[in-house]
């Protein structure tokens, strides 16, 4: 047989522990079986010549969606051999035998196969977990459904909501809205998403495949519109001083950095599968917003009447209950308070030694 570009005679190699012939000027292999290439692909991943690598195939290319100019004949049986999208998303194009199913694959191209094919299998053990987690959501829907939004009514009234701060700073906190606007945009990007709940699995941050971009990005996704609005509110409270207090691109560095290392840590101490929200970097905002203004009032609403306590009872309660929720609640919780946790202690320690590293003893709340 012969190479349909260059006219050369094949020439039999194993590749991979499989036998097939390739071109001998490197412009093609050949693979007589269509599951010749699937057991090349993993013989190679087998001899671990693919970097160990978390790939998603909906986050990153693989190929460079060069698609082949023209068709080729095919080696074995003379048929017209066309371009085809291998597995019709890798974006790596092979030559097709619709008359023999044989295919041919251009030898640069073997690599970002094999690379694909690991995250596709990767993809699998995702899908498969993603769909135990559907299930048990299903399962917790139907628990709620159960319990009826009658037994929410005292949970809700006998927890101290906050409504705001009895003094407000006079800048302008073009971060915190910024921060806002961004989380709003890709809340909307998630909502009409075609399958809102694969984007949310997609797109969170998972300690088994690590990745510093979604790691990142999940600060910005939320589960719903009250987990969004309520994290959301919490930031326009508090936020704006502690923008005040390190100014606007400083303080978008600190609530991206340290909101991250929260969820990371989080998931590291206490094991979560996966983590979406801005809760961590929240929670970093309030522990700095506690080692400032520790003394400042906030308006809070709590047995139906409206009082003004100092930020460190308020906070102090805050951080106190997601601790004891964090241990008593650690295997069964749908929220993840142990990232409360981390992230608050972050923000007031952090907070502290800018207070130190500045030389300042005492805050005055920004005007």
């Known amino acids: 047989m012969k190479c349909q570009i260059c006219q050369s005679d094949l020439v039999l190699i194993n590749l991979g522990g499989v036998n097939i012939e390739k071109c001998p000027n490197g412009h093609g292999l050949l693979f007589g079986q269509p599951s010749d290439l699937k057991a090349v692909l993993d013989g190679i991943n087998k001899n671990k010549n693919i970097p160990e690598e978390p790939i998603f195939l909906d986050k990153k290319i693989i190929g460079n969606l060069q698609i082949p100019q023209g068709e080729i004949i095919c080696p074995i049986c003379n048929s017209q051999m066309k371009p085809v999208n291998y597995l019709d998303r890798s974006n790596v194009f092979i030559y097709d035998c619709s008359d023999c199913k044989a295919k041919w694959v251009r030898e640069d191209d073997i690599k970002k196969l094999a690379i694909f094919e690991k995250g596709n299998s990767r993809m699998m053990e995702i899908g498969?977990?993603?769909?135990?987690?559907?299930?048990?959501?299903?399962?917790?829907?139907?628990?709620v459904e159960h319990i009826g939004p009658s037994m929410m009514y005292p949970v809700l009234t006998t927890t101290p909501i906050l409504l705001g701060e009895d003094d407000r700073p006079t800048i302008f906190p073009i971060a915190t809205i910024g921060l806002i606007f961004l989380t709003g945009v890709i809340f909307l990007c998630q909502t009409f998403s075609p399958d809102p709940s694969l984007f949310l699995k997609l797109w969170s941050f998972r300690y088994a495949h690590f990745s510093i971009f979604s790691l990142i990005l999940s600060l910005f996704i939320h589960e719903n519109f009250i987990h969004f609005g309520t994290n959301m509110f919490y930031l326009w409270i508090i936020g704006d001083e502690i923008e005040a207090k390190i100014k606007p691109v400083p303080y978008v560095f600190y609530y991206v950095i340290l909101g991250a290392l929260a969820s990371f840590l989080g998931a590291t101490l206490f094991h979560y599968d996966y983590l979406v929200g801005a809760s961590g970097a929240i929670a970093v905002i309030m522990g700095?917003?506690?080692c400032l203004y520790p003394t400042k009032k906030f308006k809070v609403l709590f047995l139906n009447s409206i009082f003004h306590v100092p930020a460190y009872i308020f906070l102090g309660l805050w951080i106190l209950g997601n601790i004891l929720l964090s241990i008593f609640l650690k295997d069964t919780a749908t929220i993840a308070y142990g990232v409360h946790v981390v992230g608050f202690i972050l923000g007031f320690i952090s907070m502290y030694g800018i207070k130190r590293l500045t030389k300042e003893t005492e805050i005055t709340p920004a005007k």
């Not at 769909?131 to 959501?137: F, H, M, N, R, Y």
């Open 128 to 143: 498969e977990s993603l769909e135990g987690e559907l299930k048990e959501d299903a399962e917790e829907e139907t628990i």
């Open 288 to 290: 700095a917003y506690l």
